[in-house]
Nanobody, 124 residues
């Protein structure tokens, strides 16, 4: 069982920045993929960025260019640095964990553990 606890949500003006943190249970790094996702009301949850078990980042379209995912293994924490935010980035942001794909260790399997999700609201 992986436990994830996010922090850092809140309101910000357009053009501003925000950093989200996700503290995970011990012994997660190196065994699970970790990632950030977001969900806007009425829409499906979408991937923002993730880290495979080796800590290599992968960015989906939602996260390319303005967002950076990183990890601090000593603190059992991953981060999502978000810059130049727009109102379209307003969403519930979730931290997730997945076991590595059994057939391809560098890929992530099904995302099955989730945090509570802080709300990020960007005002124009």
């Amino acid at each position: 069982q992986v436990q994830l606890l996010e922090s850092g949500g809140g309101s910000v003006q357009a053009g501003g920045s925000k950093r989200l943190s996700c503290t995970v249970s011990e012994a997660t790094f190196g065994r699970y993929c970790l990632g950030w996702f977001r969900q806007i009301p009425g829409r499906q949850r979408e991937t923002v960025a993730d880290l495979n078990v080796a800590g290599n980042p992968n960015y989906a379209d939602a996260g390319k260019g303005r967002f950076t995912i990183s990890q601090d293994i000593a603190r059992n924490t991953i981060y999502l640095q978000m810059n130049n935010l727009t109102p379209e980035d307003s969403a519930m942001y979730y931290c997730g964990a997945a076991k590595q794909d059994p057939g391809a260790w560098w890929m992530c399997g099904r995302w099955e553990y989730w945090g509570q999700g802080p709300q990020v609201t960007v005002s124009s």
